[in-house]
């Protein structure tokens, strides 16, 4: 004889999912707040919080690792300090190269423009790709890289040689001139490029000088020096 015996009761598919996903959410928040928890450690510890924490990079270091290989851009940031030469003297330059690069790929605003600012420095070849590095942080409102950005891109069409290089800088220098800080050299940057006429570069200092503008009124007078000189 078959017994009658009432079903075990079953989790109901979608509510099973809600509480799994639940759970995982909550172990991600858990997760999150620890790196938070191990990058708050490693600041006290690379600067230093007297009386109660001495300064030591090694420890600063040990906190920022974890949070740092689980891809957090600001523990990779702060890990690239640690190793940065400047700072510490004999240390890895090779891993602060590395955790600053790892840092910018993620998508941390300082470490795009120092890694754009490092590459610049190591020559003209380089140019152009320093440059897309400081145009990521500047879309992400860092003041400091819409600065550099300006003399960046003033300088690599200013060092370009006659052709394909120089045309690549002014296109460079166009697709940045909105965020750049508008004066005398970026008026005669853009007449470089001809972008506008040389007498338009003139007219727009002149405006500039009329307005208050003191390196375009410096400009005028150097530029009426020249003039009498060469008469």
Not at 82 to 99: I, L, R
Not at 179 to 201: G, H, P
Request: aromatic share 10%; with cysteine.
């Amino acid at each position: 004889m078959i017994e009658n015996c009432k079903p075990k009761s079953v989790a109901h598919p979608i509510k099973l999912l809600i509480t799994t996903t639940l759970i995982l959410w909550s172990s991600l928040l858990i997760a999150e707040a620890n790196h938070d928890f191990q990058i708050f450690l490693g600041l006290k510890y690379l600067h230093g919080a007297p009386p109660d924490i001495e300064r030591d990079v090694d420890t600063a270091r040990d906190f920022f690792f974890p949070a740092a290989t689980a891809n957090d851009p600001i523990a990779q940031f702060f890990l690239s300090k640690t190793y940065d030469p400047e700072c510490f003297g004999k240390v890895p330059q090779c891993d602060h190269e590395k955790w600053l690069r790892r840092a910018a790929e993620n998508g941390e605003p300082t470490a795009e423009l120092l890694l754009g600012l490092r590459l610049f420095e190591l020559g003209k070849i380089n140019h152009l790709r320093a440059i897309e590095w400081v145009g990521k942080s500047v879309q992400q409102g860092n003041r400091s890289a819409q600065i550099e950005m300006g003399r960046l891109v003033m300088e690599s069409v200013e060092n370009a040689n006659l052709g394909e290089e120089l045309l690549e800088a002014c296109e460079s220098f166009r697709a940045y001139l909105p965020v750049i800080e508008k004066d005398v050299l970026s008026d005669m940057i853009s007449a470089q490029c001809n972008f506008i006429s040389y007498n338009q570069a003139i007219d727009s200092i002149f405006s500039r000088s009329e307005k208050g503008s003191a390196g375009a009124s410096l400009f005028i007078g150097v530029l009426f020096e020249d003039l009498e000189e060469e008469a």
